[in-house]
C-alpha cells in the first residue's frame, strides 16, 4: 500500500488512544478516532491502544463494533495492538478473567499483568530487530507473550520474555510506544501490508 493511502484509525472506547493520535500527528499523519461501525469503513489499519483489555473487549461488544472488527482484520487489515491492544488481539490469555475472549488476529498466548506482580511500571532500552538504536520502551502492567505461532515473528524481548512480534499484517507491543517521542515502532505498523 502507497504511504498516501494511509486511512489510519486509532480504537477510541477507553485507554491511551489519544496518545497514538498525538504521535501520528507528529509524524503526519491525522489519525481518526474510532467510536463506531461506520467509524470503520472510513479506515485501512487501525491500532488498539493500552487501557484495560476487559474493559476494551466489553465496550467492543456492547459498541457492535467487534464482529465488524474481526472481519476487517480477517480479511488483513493491518492492526497494530499495544499491552491491553495485545491482549485483546491474542489468540489465548493467561491470567485472563473468566469471560475474557480474544479476536484471535494473531497466533499467540499472552499472559496478563506479567510484568506486574513484581513492579507496576519500568522503562527499559530494548533492542529491536531492524532498528538500529535500542528503543525506549514504557511497560505498564505488562502482559508478556508466552509463545507465538509459526507465522509469528519475534523482534523483540525482555528477559528473555517476548515483548514485540508480529506477521505480515499484524504488530503487537507489551509496551507504550506511544508513550514515548519515538516513533520507530509507528514506522514498522505503518509500513505492515505493504
Ligand atoms: N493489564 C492491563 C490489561 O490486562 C493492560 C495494561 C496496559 O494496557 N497498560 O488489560
Do not use: W
Not at 63 to 87: D, K
Not at 162 to 175: D, E, Q, R, Y
Amino acid at each position: 500500500m502507497a504511504g498516501n493511502d494511509l486511512h489510519v484509525g486509532v480504537l477510541a472506547l477507553q485507554g491511551a488512544f489519544e496518545s497514538h493520535l498525538k504521535i501520528f500527528r507528529a509524524m503526519g499523519i491525522e489519525a481518526l478516532p474510532v467510536k463506531s461501525s461506520q467509524d470503520l469503513e472510513r479506515i485501512n489499519r487501525i491500532v488498539i491502544p493500552g487501557g484495560e483489555s476487559t474493559a476494551i473487549q466489553m465496550l467492543l461488544e456492547s459498541n457492535a463494533l467487534r464482529q465488524t472488527l474481526s472481519e476487517r482484520l480477517n480479511h488483513g487489515m493491518p492492526v497494530f495492538g499495544t499491552c491491553a491492544g495485545m491482549i485483546v488481539l491474542s489468540k489465548v490469555i493467561l491470567d485472563g478473567r473468566e469471560d475474557q475472549s480474544p479476536l484471535n488476529a494473531i497466533d499467540i498466548v499472552v499472559r496478563r499483568n506479567a510484568f506486574g506482580r513484581q513492579v507496576d511500571s519500568f522503562e527499559s532500552s530494548i533492542d529491536v530487530e531492524g532498528l538500529r538504536e535500542p528503543f525506549p520502551a514504557i511497560f505498564i502492567r505488562a502482559p508478556i507473550v508466552e509463545s507465538v505461532g509459526d507465522d509469528v515473528d519475534v523482534y523483540a524481548k525482555v528477559d528473555d520474555q517476548i515483548v514485540l512480534c508480529g506477521n505480515a499484517t499484524t504488530l503487537v507491543a507489551s509496551f507504550h510506544p506511544e508513550l514515548s517521542s519515538d516513533t520507530r515502532i509507528h514506522e514498522m505498523f505503518l509500513s505492515l501490508g505493504e
